[in-house]
């Protein structure tokens, strides 16, 4: 990755993770947004997805970052276990929301597919990293950071759908619970299949 194009990834990244950070964090802004009956509903589930989804988002960008090979293995490990924790967390909160979303059971399966897989990948990358297959750990975790990302290609798409082509909401969601996730894996599974730094062995900095 340039370096020019990890900064605009991190700006987005700050952006959408610090608004939602703010659901869970600042009192009374989820009471105040539209939102708010989804936090009084179910509330559990909401402000943890909304408080470790962020916090993995971000964390995440930065292991991928330019001065991400210079990292000492110390906090490499330390960022990598907050970032897995956080994903299973923030993972098992959006399988729970996808039962009970907007748009019905079409965005729900949709939702519901993307926490299934977004659990999976994470798991397995730190399976790897932890029996020192250091190749497959960066393979997975490429995987899993692709389904992340899924928090910022989805409000990307919201800004794109609703605006420019005046699509209503509930019709938009259905398309997002699939279009905010699916093109990212698609290309991450072609990333780490044609990319021979992602594929050859290498040992953790030092």
Not at 24 to 41: I, Q, R, V
Not at 120 to 132: E, K, L, N, S
Not at 147 to 165: K, S
Request: hydrophobic content about 50%.
């Amino acid at each position: 990755m340039t370096r020019a194009l990890w900064w605009s990834l991190t700006i987005l990244v700050i952006g959408v993770g610090g608004y939602a950070l703010m659901f869970a964090l600042l009192p009374g802004f989820a009471e105040n947004s539209a939102m708010k009956h989804h936090f009084a509903d179910r509330p559990f589930a909401m402000y943890g997805h909304f408080l470790f989804g962020p916090v993995a988002l971000i964390i995440g960008m930065l292991q991928f970052g330019p001065t991400a090979p210079g990292l000492r293995a110390g906090w490499h490990r330390v960022l990598g276990r907050i970032y897995v924790a956080c994903c299973i967390l923030a993972g098992v909160a959006g399988i729970k929301m996808s039962f009970d979303t907007i748009g019905g059971a079409p965005s729900g399966v949709g939702f519901f597919l993307l926490g299934i897989f977004w659990l999976m990948t994470t798991a397995v990358a730190f399976y790897h990293a932890r029996v020192g297959r250091y190749a497959e750990h960066r393979r997975w975790m490429i995987r899993s950071y692709s389904l992340t990302f899924a928090a910022v290609t989805l409000r990307l798409q919201l800004g794109v759908l609703i605006p420019l082509f005046g699509y209503d909401f509930k019709d938009v969601y259905v398309l997002i619970a699939w279009g905010c996730w699916v093109p990212n894996i698609l290309w991450a599974e072609w990333y780490v299949r044609r990319s021979p730094s992602i594929t050859r062995p290498r040992a953790p900095a030092s």
